[in-house]
């Protein structure tokens, strides 16, 4: 064991911080990415297994580290082949991930916080409190684990490679959580996602999806060109405070300014925007006009959700005629807009149905005001 008694965690340390390790043990810098290979190319976490690393080394390495990946407390399947996990934590939490299989792509929603504490009134993670944030090695363990899951149930049960075989195509922050109140951990697990040495994702195939926190967002900007998503969900401040409390900090003309700043660096990317579908709030024909108005200059595509109902929901989902009729008018005011299909349903894997196991420290509207939150 090393002196302070505390095991590094292979997982989840990216390149730079592995090779830091080995140089430390004095060792090549290539070792760290002999590791890496084992781990994220071949899905082998023993290190005894990692034959090209001599057996000194992997005795050292079993002495002082260890590769961490949470137990699978449950794992559902629905009947539209979405499937879902519920991981368990090292201090009892437990967070979702979710897969989502389309043709060639395929989709892995995960989680970066335990709980949520933004409290937006439609979604079911703001019910259950917030607890604490994920670590990098959590959420890129949420990755590692259902890759594995998905390759054991494949016809030769191997690993999925990061080559052609690969089975995660794309991986979303739209899980438990907002990604922008855990920047850094979501930024070094973005990297390894990204790594060829890791998962090898393209930039575009790796996209983070926030509420809003507008100082995180330039922040975000700063450090990575990983695609984003923003949960806009209203056209007016006074709507969109009562949906998305983070608003009343943050409102939607500073948002959108943030959202120019991201996109400035690179005219070719877009932002996507999310709008849920509530009915008889947000759907009429006049909201479809003004956030056509609000976006005018921004390369945006517009992602349509229809409301994932819960019990006790307060709101109701828009018609799929509404919906449709709502989409007709952006798409005539020139916006890219696509209607997502709800996934999961029947195993509460669809947006916003993500409830996990939360030992809720800060229970819902107990919490410190969301103006109180750090970015
Ligand atoms: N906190 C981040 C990411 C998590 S939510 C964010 O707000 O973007 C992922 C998406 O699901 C968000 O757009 C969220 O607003 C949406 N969502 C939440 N609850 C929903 C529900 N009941 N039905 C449909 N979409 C929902």
New binding site residues.
């Given amino acids: 064991m090393p002196v302070s008694g505390v095991r590094l965690n292979l997982l989840g340390q990216d390149r730079e911080s592995m090779e830091a390790f080995f140089t430390d043990l004095g060792e090549p810098a290539y070792r760290a990415h002999q590791v890496m290979k084992w781990l994220y190319h071949l899905g082998v976490r023993d290190v005894h297994c990692m034959t090209n690393l001599s057996k000194a080394l992997r005795t050292r390495l079993a002495d002082t580290t260890e590769i961490a990946v949470p137990e699978a407390a449950s794992d559902q399947v629905s009947a539209d082949g979405t499937r879902k996990w519920l991981f368990a934590l090292e201090d009892g939490n437990c967070v979702e991930t979710v897969f989502i299989p389309d043709g060639d792509r395929g989709t892995l929603c995960v989680s970066s916080q335990v709980g ?1 504490p ?1 409290d ?1 009134a ?4 703001a019910q259950q409190g917030f607890n604490r944030n994920l670590s990098a090695a959590e959420i890129v363990a949420q990755v590692w684990l259902a890759n594995e899951r998905l390759g054991a149930d494949t016809a030769d049960g191997l690993w999925p490679g990061v080559n052609d075989s690969r089975l995660i195509t794309n991986v979303v ?7 922008l109140l855990n920047v850094d951990n979501v930024v070094r697990a973005t990297r390894l996602l990204m790594d060829d040495l890791g998962f090898g994702l393209s930039k575009r195939r790796v996209t983070l ?3 809003g926190v507008v100082p995180a967002l330039d922040r975000l900007a700063s450090l990575t060109d990983i695609s984003l ?3 806009l ?1 209203a056209v007016s401040d006074e709507l969109r405070s009562r949906l ?1 409390p983070i608003n009343r900090k943050y409102p939607i003309r500073e948002l959108l300014e943030a959202c120019r700043r991201f996109i400035a660096k690179d005219r070719r990317r877009r932002i996507t925007f ?1 709008y ?1 579908m509530l009915a008889g709030l947000n759907d009429g024909d006049e909201d479809a006009r003004r956030l056509a108005r609000l976006l005018r200059g921004i390369p945006a595509k517009i992602n349509l ?6 019990p006790g ?1 307060p709101y109701h989902a828009s018609p799929s005629r509404r919906i449709d009729e709502f989409r007709e008018v952006l798409i005539a005011a020139g916006l890219m807009t696509i209607t997502r299909k709800p996934r999961g349903q029947d195993i509460d894997a ?4 993500l409830a996990g196991r939360v030992r809720a420290r800060v229970p819902r509207r107990a919490q410190a005001p969301v103006v109180e939150l750090h970015a």
């Fill in positions: 949520c933004l937006c439609f979604c079911v993670t922050f739209m899980g438990m959580g907002e990604p999806s926030t509420a998503a923003v949960s969900h998305v999310e849920i959700i229809p409301f994932n109902p819960y929901a669809a947006c916003g149905q």
